[in-house]
Each structure stands twice: as structure tokens, then as C-alpha cells.
Nanobody
Framework: QVQLVESGGGLVQAGGSLRLSCVAS????????MGWYRQAPGKVRELVAS???????DYADSVRGRFTISRDNAKNTMYLQMNSLKPEDTAVYYC????????????????WGQGTQVTVSS
């Protein structure tokens, strides 16, 4: 089994910053693509940023220039540095990872974390 655990959410004023972390653990053989998603009340879950195993990144237009995604492959950890936060960034943020898990045979996985709340006050 592969597990993802997010941390770093909280309450911040508009214009402030937060750094989210996502740690992967368990029967990991490899972690390929990783991503941060968010879901605000009454809205569908949306992709915020993604990063490949080699470090190529992509961002939603709404966060480009304000958020930075990164990962430390040695620590199986992904980060999201969020600057210049806006009230519309308020949501539950989820990390996602896909790759291969160890076992009698390698198994493909696609896992989600439990989510961490980010609230930006105006």
C-alpha cells in the first residue's frame, strides 16, 4: 500500500503565504507524476499544479506566478509554496501521486491524500 499525507494548511490573511507538504510512504517502487488539486465548497476538484518525476511543472492559470510546486525525490515529498494568497484560493488541497508499488509483482497505483484545509481571509 502507498499512502500520502498532506500538511501545512491553515488560516492566513490575503496576501500571505503558506507551504504545503505531501509525504508518500509505503510500498513505493517509484513515484512518477505528482500533483496538487483543490476543491472549494460546491465546486468540482481542480488541478492546481503538477510535476513530473524529472521536475517538469505545469500550473493552472489562476495560480501561475503565485504558486510554486517542487519535489524531493529522495524524501518522497512534494511541496506547494503558495504566495500572494487570495480569498478565492480557499479550498481543501489534496495531493495526488501515481507510480509503481512493490509486491510479488509491481502494481500501478494512483493515490490521494486526505486533504488539508487552506482558508484565506480578506
Amino acid at each position: 500500500q502507498v499512502q500520502l499525507v498532506e500538511s501545512g494548511g491553515g488560516l492566513v490573511q490575503a496576501g500571505g503565504s503558506l507551504r504545503l507538504s505531501c509525504v508518500a510512504s509505503g510500498s513505493i517502487f517509484s513515484i512518477n507524476d505528482m500533483g496538487w488539486y483543490r476543491q472549494a465548497p460546491g465546486k468540482v476538484r481542480e488541478l492546481v499544479a503538477s510535476i513530473t518525476e524529472n521536475g517538469a511543472t505545469d500550473y493552472a492559470d489562476s495560480v501561475r506566478g503565485r504558486f510554486t510546486i517542487s519535489r524531493d525525490n529522495a524524501k518522497n515529498t512534494m511541496y506547494l509554496q503558495m504566495n500572494s494568497l487570495k480569498p478565492e484560493d480557499t479550498a481543501v488541497y489534496y495531493c495526488n501521486a501515481e507510480g509503481w508499488a512493490t509486491g510479488s509483482l509491481l502494481r500501478r497505483y494512483n493515490k490521494w491524500g486526505q486533504g488539508t484545509q487552506v482558508t484565506v481571509s480578506s
